[in-house]
């Protein structure tokens, strides 16, 4: 059974950096694109980031330039680095595999930005 463990999360202020991390087991990890989700009490789960098996990554127009999603295949790790971070970034982020397909969601890592 894959499991997902996401963690890195705190309480920032505007402004300062975050690391979260997603431990995964279970999986052939290399093959699948993997993402970065987040989501509020108030609203669905967005899409954030992902990274495909050879590196490529693509973000959501509001955390480009400030979000860096990073993978270690020997590990079957997924990483977000976080900077630059705003009060609207404030949200529980999970990880997964893309498609119509995705493996149980984890319990996520809260981020939490206010001044």
């Known amino acids: 059974q894959v499991q997902l463990v996401e963690s890195g999360g705190g309480s920032v202020q505007p402004g300062e950096s975050l690391r979260l991390s997603c431990a995964t087991s279970g999986t052939s990890f290399t093959t699948y694109t993997m993402a970065w989700y987040r989501q509020t009490p108030e609203n669905a789960r967005e899409w954030v980031a992902r990274?495909?098996?050879?590196?490529?990554?693509q973000y959501t127009e509001s955390v480009k330039g400030r979000f860096t999603i990073s993978r270690d295949n020997s590990r079957r790790m997924l990483f977000l680095q976080l900077d630059d971070l705003k009060p609207e970034d404030t949200a529980a982020y999970y990880c997964n595999k893309e498609g119509i397909i995705q493996f149980d969601w984890g319990q996520g890592t809260q981020v939490t930005v206010s001044s």
């Open positions: 990274i495909d098996e050879g590196g490529n990554t």
